[in-house]
């Protein structure tokens, strides 16, 4: 990574150069032995080699011998940002600022895929599931934590570091995280009510936190989404340790939040996407009906309506090759309202051309099985019906 050096790290470097120099001159004046020659000769090579370390290093010494708080900046480099952010693990100020530095750093949009994989091969993954599993952590640093996990999630590197047997990173982690801050929320709402606390401060203090819970089952389905996407054998695990019904809960709970639904249904197509068993295991735990309910609740929401029928069009329709039974589905998400929801959506969306064709599609292939599925019998009563 080139970048300017700041003058202060030109200023140690002079300084020792100049030592250098100085012992050089002592020792062919006085004959010394040269043994501090050639450690100053040592340093120096080293300080050239890793200036952005030692500096580090130095200013930390200084710093701390004048009781100051060393500073991270995002002009910092992401080496001296990790390796102060490990030195000062107990410093809560240095964390976020490090935290906050690595995730503009690392912004899928303005970094490289080869840049972010630099900085996940300084050995950022252990500091960030620390923040993640440490109960004593702040709330406001695990979802800074998160930030940061999402933006690496997209490499091969991180992918594999969660399908490995260790526990530096795993899934359990992460929907147990969803439930824990969820139930926290819950149980923060509930005392209010029955303590009746209507304090303006107190409302606040519930909005906040429910804001801060809601940003905590976002960033995650935005996590496991991207570390399934590709990996058949990473989804699966991802559905195993529960993802799909702490996902469900956090819907029910936040139907009004239109981002949170749409991202959450973005995982769900991620990850039951050419797999499946993770389908069918949406159909188990009624997770079409969830579709359905969010698709009535944000009508106006291209995203949400988009994400929602993309998924139903995967699992409902994409199944050509497969032994995938699919009339169990079909029947389940007919009952809970699709075809209605569908064709609100194509009235509301009628400009986007996408969307119309996959939610017709879906309608028509749900009808005519229907059709096909009923008895000659249920045929002759529903037209009696119908006339």
């Known amino acids: 990574i080139n970048r300017k050096m700041s003058s202060q790290s030109y200023g140690y470097m002079g300084l020792l150069l100049i030592s250098v120099v100085c012992c050089a001159l002592e020792y062919n004046r006085w004959n010394y032995d040269g043994m501090i020659f050639y450690s100053f ?45 490990n030195i000062e693990l107990s410093d809560e100020d240095i964390q976020e600022d490090g935290l906050k530095a690595l995730i503009i750093l690392t912004d899928q949009i303005k970094s490289t895929e080869e840049f972010r994989k630099s900085i996940f091969q300084h050995g950022i993954s252990p500091l960030i599931m620390r923040f993640i599993k440490d109960k004593d952590c702040s709330s406001h640093l ?102 799909v019904q702490a996902s469900l809960e956090a819907l029910d709970y936040f139907k009004f939040h239109r981002d949170l639904t749409h991202w959450i249904l973005w995982s769900f197509f991620n990850l039951s996407f050419s797999h499946n068993s993770n389908k069918v295991e949406l159909v188990r735990c009624n997770a079409l009906a969830s579709v359905v309910t969010a698709m009535n609740e944000h009508k106006s929401s291209l995203t949400v309506q988009r994400q929602a029928i993309g998924l139903l069009f995967s699992c409902l329709m994409q199944t050509e090759g497969t032994s995938l039974d699919v009339g169990k589905m079909r029947e389940a998400a007919y009952i809970q309202g699709m075809v209605p929801a569908i064709e609100t959506a194509i009235e509301t969306h009628q400009n986007d051309v996408q969307l119309k064709a996959m939610g017709q599609s879906i309608i028509n292939d749900s009808k005519s099985r229907r059709v096909a599925d009923m008895s000659p019998r249920d045929t002759i009563q529903n037209t009696n019906k119908s006339k």
């Open 41 to 85: 000769g040592i340093l120096s090579i080293y300080i050239v080699s890793l200036p952005d370390e030692v500096e580090s290093k130095i200013t930390m010494v200084i710093n701390t011998f004048f009781e100051k708080r060393p500073k991270i900046t995002i002009e910092d480099s992401p080496v001296k940002i990790i390796s102060q952010m």
């Open 142 to 243: 695990k979802i800074l934590a998160l930030k940061l996990l999402k933006n690496l999630s997209t490499l091969v590197e991180m992918k594999q570091l969660f399908e490995g047997e260790g526990d530096v990173c795993d899934i359990i982690t992460l929907v147990t995280l969803m439930r824990d801050e969820l139930a926290i929320n819950k149980q923060l709402v509930v005392e209010a009510a029955e303590l009746k606390l209507e304090s303006e401060d107190y409302k606040l203090t519930v909005t906040e936190a429910s804001k801060q819970t809601a940003e905590f089952q976002r960033l995650i389905a935005m996590i496991l989404g991207s570390l399934g996407d590709g990996r058949n054998e990473l989804k699966t695990n991802i559905f195993d340790e529960g993802f």
